[in-house]
């Protein structure tokens, strides 16, 4: 079973920067299109940034869109999502999910972290 491990989230100020971790136990990140995803209190998880792993092809929301970028480093089974001015509206907990490639199908999900922006 492919698990996923997410880390480096934590509380940062407003404008600050965050990097996070989804660390594969198997290399599926040059395979499946690796997703980050994110939900606040109250609030439906919505999609953050897909990196797509046979045609390295990336896409990102709106909100995100010129701030986070996602990048991999295969050698280490590892999607990285860079968060730059932050803003207090990116306070969710940041989900890792693996998808296969270009489906919604999503059959592995990390356990989340959290990232707290305060103003």
């Known amino acids: 079973q492919v698990q996923l491990v997410e880390s480096g989230g934590g509380l940062v100020q407003a404008g600050g920067s965050l990097r996070l971790s989804c660390t594969a136990s198997?290399?599926?990140?040059?395979?499946?299109?690796m997703t980050w995803f994110r939900q606040a209190p109250g609030k439906e998880r919505e999609f953050v940034a897909v990196f797509r792993g046979p045609t390295l092809r990336t896409k990102y929301s709106s909100s995100v869109k010129g701030r986070f970028t996602i990048y991999r480093v295969s050698a280490k089974n590892t999607v990285y999502l860079r968060m730059n001015y932050l803003n207090v509206e990116d306070t969710a907990v940041y989900y890792c999910?693996?998808?296969?490639?270009?489906?919604?199908?999503?059959?592995?999900w990390g356990q989340g972290t959290q990232v707290t922006v305060s103003p």
């Open positions: 999910a693996a998808a296969v490639h270009m489906t919604t199908t999503y059959p592995y």
């Open positions: 198997e290399g599926i990140v040059s395979t499946y299109d």
